[in-house]
């Protein structure tokens, strides 16, 4: 390394004397001159080169611009001392970046001293790469990297930093190296002796395997297995403990590395890594004194207990580390507390139950008042996450009142939470308008305009909401100071409102004027527009107010804003028209209903969280991001592993497919509904469960027919199947060694259809039921896109093996239905399984997706063997969304569409109740069943229905459907119409939602 | 991965700055400032060594009046980084025998020889402190 130039000290020496930036300068300036002379002159020799340029960097790092000493860095770095070297490669690092031209000229030289046998020439080459690394030096010296790294020759050093050169090299241009192609080889080196250069192979298996998952697949074996043999047998070197921790950065690196891909199929690896990981949480039940240790201790532990949570946050290994965390969020040392909160809101984030975060509400709360702003941070994020019906009020409530007292910079993220939260969880519309009317007013400019948007698209969209609305609003507005945001809500809802609460005492048309319009000299041009547009809707609905109104008007014909005066003279102009003109009240006329949307509250609030470099293992929010979020993550493994498992390498893949899921407690099968029952959709009709439900892209709240028994019959007799299924699989394993599972006809039994028919109707029941298996399914559907939830339990006392399941789609041009994972395994006697399934619909499509199901008892033989072929209750009306529409808008569409072909109508005959009445409650059941809103007071007759849905399709659009069934109690007959813009769509949602009901055809 | 490392003083002098993401000069004055306005009023005993910084994270420490800052994602293991910078630290006191601040201004070739020892584009490079002193020694011997 240099040794000291005594020029060198004598420059920093005399800078450090000077007292003022003057002398400073000065004194620098004529340094530079000094350097600029003699670097003019030439014949410098090496030393004197060295010197010069180290006072350049110098007066760099100060922070001086310098323009001197680019060539004689370039020249330094060809020298053949390696002090001379340095200085010149440092210089070059320092002065210069990827895009400068210089770049190009220093190439040659690097290649050089790449290709030098010197291996410390070698290491400054790799560490020029690594800190320029520009695109021109990727692709001259990407392949050049990377022999070095692999060579046998290679010295531990030049591994080591060939391995981070190449990650560099890839981050900024992943494109140029050949990464795939390497694979096999850089993981090999993962089990390199030196633990250096296992930590820095590691890491860049990490970075690339995250856009390769499949190439890089084998690298999960191998990171087991060392951290197996770093935590049980004590395999390596002592100079790599610190702290008494065994190198705790590379097990970290082990550690993060398997959150990017999903849990092993591999019950052997599982096993291993649960053992692991109990081994690591084991070892940090106490806390050392010494600080150091203490902390390498814990980083491995989080790293674990992240791990952990990934592979299966229900696992024991889990509820283990939770009581540690419970611990933690207590701890005196304010590091263990940030970093307790984080693992925490992690656990939340992904977990199935939030019981065991709950159990520390109050904690969590306590910490808003942190005196870390960091930790105040962590406990919002925490607290977020854990939220559900059950402490909705309880946690927004702290939130509102922490609001107030918040760090400025925190503020508008967690007014977004607040409305997230209040917006999902929900379970009264009263708490969710003052709620966010409460928050509005508390925090004023942190209130995106996106939250206001909301609230009005809500109260629009809800009638039961308007009038409390309001009169919520209108008594905010009696504040002496309201916050714009405040106003523009008022205005908007007043005055498409106003009416509701006209009559209630201090409410009258005047009042409500005074109490906007006292407040209209504090607003900006964009809410006095909107006032304006107030006051014309006023002068609508309260003629007793109009004269105020009108004389407001013509003052604003001389505003100068353009816009205003605009409107003034236009609303002037519609005002004044005589009594008996309806043009006003046909403008007036109610908003329509706002069309369903996602939230933007929340893609705004990931927005916020940025881009960073290594992608995000999870994310703060609920379960369902997580889960989606992994699901894109993973899609393009799982999609490429399935038919290149036969010939992969021999990877963990190749091993038998084990479940990875545990099992679960012994049937009974579905559960009764998939999420709570008291969101604010299911106390409702119909129609505000969609809105609200599209509101935050939550979990659509599956309501279930509760009424209804689960099971309808009794399961088939035992002896009836055999015959069916597992008989034909027989016949079929003759016909030359073909599978028989590929071959077997639908399954056939006596409920079969029963079954399949209510769950074209009903969001979750039975689909099949033997003796030794049942099926059970739970469906959500969103817009075009569905899940279903396949329960498989096992009824005998022996396990199911090579369970396999597949889906046949006979139309996949118009339906998309895949598995969320491999759907292979085992299920344990008396257990369940849940499989996922996504569906998603394309076009229109009339043939249902096919599920095989084939497993092997506990039997030898082929009787051992069991096939199961059923049509999955996957139909178009399923896609179908409610809507809800006036009697004079359902009217128009119905007569813009017309009659046939785009009308299909079929009559048919129904089966009475035994006191001899039309099934009323049966019809309304299947129609709004079939997903359709149903429409009261447009038909007279209250035993006909009036139906209204949309169907979703991602690329055949949206369809808009109409319907009306009539039933005729004295002739028994039922007459059901459709109408919608597609005749296929018409003619296949007629055959859908009259089968149930058709006495010929209906299977129950 | 690790974005820039800085050691400031507590006046805000930057002693050592590295970064591992191209930023422009003036983009590099912008963020000696700010994170030395984040860091330096910080209090030491009941606040934790963590702080968010746009949408990255600084983990920092201080010895004597040395602030030791890393700015990392925010995902990133918060005491990984820590115990990283410990790491350096005891090198360099290793190193210099008994290190001061006066020791990072007057090598401070060195100090960036030692670095690149210890941190390379941007992730760990090396974690065992006597592999990284045993090869320094061998560099200083050259010539």
Not at chain 1, 908 to 929: C, H, N, W, Y
Not at chain 1, 983 to 996: D, G, H, M, Y
Request: a negative charge; glycine letters at 4%.
């Amino acid at each position: 390394m240099a040794t000291s130039m005594r020029g060198l000290t004598q420059y920093i020496s005399d800078i450090r004397a000077c007292r003022v930036r003057e002398l400073e300068e000065k004194r620098i300036n004529r340094e530079m001159a000094h350097i600029r002379q003699k670097f003019k002159d030439g014949s410098l020799d090496g030393y004197q080169k060295k010197k010069y340029l180290a006072k350049v960097v110098f007066t760099y790092i100060l922070g001086y611009k310098v323009d001197v000493g680019h060539m004689e860095a370039v020249n330094l770095i060809s020298s053949t001392r390696y002090t001379e070297k340095q200085i010149g490669y440092l210089a070059l690092t320092l002065l210069m970046h990827e895009n400068s031209d210089l770049v190009r000229l220093v190439i040659n030289s690097i290649r050089k001293d790449l290709d030098d046998n010197n291996e410390i020439y070698n290491c400054l080459a790799l560490h020029a790469i690594a800190n320029l690394g520009g695109k021109e030096m990727a692709e001259a010296l990407g392949e050049e990297v990377y022999r070095l790294m692999i060579s046998h020759t290679s010295t531990t050093f030049v591994k080591k930093k060939a391995a981070l050169t190449l990650l560099r090299l890839y981050r900024k241009h992943p494109t140029v190296l050949s990464t795939a192609e390497w694979a096999e080889r850089i993981i090999s080196m993962m089990s390199d002796p030196d633990p250096g250069v296992a930590l820095t192979i590691t890491s860049l298996v990490t970075t690339l395997a995250q856009d390769n998952l499949e190439a890089y697949s084998s690298c999960y074996r191998k990171a087991v297995d060392r951290l197996d043999r770093i935590i049980f047998d004590a395999d390596y070197p002592p100079q790599y403990v610190y702290y008494k921790v065994p190198n705790p950065w590379l097990q970290i690196r082990l550690l993060r590395l398997l959150q990017y891909y999903p849990p092993p199929d591999n019950q052997q690896v599982l096993d291993m890594l649960n053992g692991i990981l109990q081994a690591i949480i084991d070892m940090s039940q106490d806390s050392p004194r010494n600080i150091q240790h203490n902390n390498a201790q814990n980083s491995v532990l989080f790293e674990a207990i992240n791990l952990a949570i990934h592979l299966d946050p229900d696992s024991s290994v889990v509820s283990n580390a939770s009581v540690l965390l419970g611990r933690f969020i207590l701890a005196k040392e304010t590091n263990v507390r940030y970093l307790g909160l984080d693992a925490m809101a992690h656990l939340a984030a992904c977990s199935n139950t939030l019981e065991p975060v709950k159990k520390h509400q109050d904690t969590i709360i306590l910490s808003l008042k942190d005196r870390d702003i960091s930790v105040r941070r962590r406990a919002l994020d925490l607290l977020y996450s854990m939220c559900d019906t059950t402490n909705a009020k309880v946690v927004v409530g702290e939130l509102v009142k922490y609001l107030a007292v918040a760090d400025y910079n925190l503020r508008e993220e967690m007014v977004l939470k607040i409305a997230i939260l209040t917006e999902r969880f929900a379970t009264e519309y009263e708490w969710y308008v003052d709620t966010i009317l409460q928050l509005i007013s508390a925090a004023g400019d942190h209130v995106g305009a996106e939250v206001w948007y909301r609230v009005v698209q809500l109260v629009t969209n809800n009638e039961d909401l308007q009038a409390y609305a309001a009169a919520a609003v209108y008594q905010h507005l009696q504040a002496t100071a309201c916050h714009e945001n405040m106003i523009r809500i008022g205005g908007y809802i007043l005055g498409e409102f106003g009416h509701l609460i006209a009559n209630e005492p201090g409410c009258s048309p005047v009042k409500q004027f005074q109490a906007l319009h006292s407040k209209v000299n504090y607003c900006t041009a964009p809410t006095r527009a909107l006032l304006l547009t107030t006051y014309l809707k006023w002068v609508n609905l309260f003629p007793e107010i109009k004269d105020h109104l009108i004389n407001i008007f013509e003052r604003y014909t001389h505003v100068l804003d353009a816009e205003l005066q605009q409107r003034a003279c236009e609303y002037l102009a519609l005002a004044q028209r005589p009594e008996s003109d309806d043009l006003l009240s046909t403008i007036c006329d109610e908003m329509p209903v706002f069309p369903e949307r996602e939230s933007a509250l929340i893609s705004r609030l990931h927005a916020k969280s940025g881009k960073v470099q290594e992608k995000r293992t999870w994310v703060i929010g609920g379960k369902e991001e997580n889960k989606e979020r992994e699901a894109e993550r993973f899609r393009q493994f799982r999609k490429v592993s399935t038919p290149a498992s036969a010939d992969a390498a021999p990877s963990i893949e190749k091993k038998l497919p084990i479940p990875s899921l545990p099992p679960q407690p012994p049937i009974p099968i579905p559960q009764k509904t998939l999420t709570m029952d008291t969101t604010m959709g299911t106390t409702s009709n119909g129609v505000a469960e969609d809105i609200m439900s599209s509101l935050a892209d939550l979990d659509l709240s599956g309501n279930g027919w509760q009424d209804e028994p689960l099971l309808i019959n009794e399961a088939p007799t035992a002896e009836a199947l055999p015959q069916t299924n597992g008989g034909d699989a027989v016949v079929h394993a003759t016909l030359g060694g073909v599978d028989p599972a590929l071959l077997a006809p639908l399954t056939v039994a006596p409920n079969i259809e029963k079954w399949l028919e209510r769950l074209t109707y009903a969001t979750e029941g039975i689909l099949y039921e033997d003796s030794s298996i049942q099926i059970g399914i739970k469906a959500e559907y969103h817009s075009h896109l569905g899940r279903i939830a396949l329960f498989l339990g096992n009824k005998l006392s022996a396990p199911f093996t090579h369970l396999s399941a597949s889906i046949e789609n006979p139309e996949p041009t118009a339906l998309d239905a895949h598995f969320h994972g491999m759907p292979i395994g085992d299920i344990q006697p008396l257990a369940q399984v849940q499989e996922l399934i996504h569906v998603e619909c394309k076009d229109v499509f009339n043939q249902q997706p096919v599920l095989r199901v084939v497993y092997r008892t506990g039997e030898e033989g082929p009787k051992g063997q069991k096939v199961l072929v059923l049509r999955l209750p996957v139909v178009l009306s399923r896609f179908v969304e409610g809507v809800t529409l006036e009697k004079e808008a359902f009217f128009e569409r119905w007569k813009i569409i017309g009659g046939p072909p785009r009308e299909a109508q079929l009559i048919f005959p129904i089966k009475l109740t035994s006191s001899g009445e039309v099934d009323l409650a049966r019809q309304t059941r299947v129609m709004s069943g079939n997903k359709f809103s149903l429409l009261s007071g447009i038909d007279p007759n209250v035993s006909n229905l009036v139906l209204a849905g949309v169907l979703h399709m991602s690329s055949g659009g949206k369809v808009g459907i109409l319907g009306r069934l009539e039933p005729n109690k004295d002739a028994k007959l039922c007459r059901l119409t459709i109408r919608s813009t597609n005749e296929q769509v018409s003619a296949e949602i007629l055959r859908l939602s009259s089968k149930p009901l058709n006495a010929d055809l209906a299977a129950s | 991965m690790i974005k820039f490392i800085l050691v400031q003083n507590r006046q805000g002098k930057t002693r050592l700055s590295k970064w591992y993401v191209p930023y422009d000069d003036d983009e590099k004055l912008r963020l000696r400032g700010e994170v030395h306005r984040l860091i330096a009023p910080r209090d030491q005993k009941y606040q934790s060594n963590f702080v968010e910084f746009r949408n990255d994270k600084i983990v920092y420490r201080r010895y004597a009046g040395l602030f030791f800052c890393v700015c990392v994602d925010s995902n990133d293991n918060e005491l990984a980084y820590l115990e990283a910078i410990h790491l350096f630290v005891e090198v360099l006191d290793a190193f210099f025998q008994n290190v001061c601040e006066l020791d990072l201004v007057f090598s401070f070739y060195k100090v960036y020889a030692i670095l690149d020892e210890v941190f390379l584009a941007g992730e760990i490079e090396e974690t065992s402190k006597q592999v990284v002193l045993d090869r320094l020694d061998y560099l200083e011997k050259l010539e």
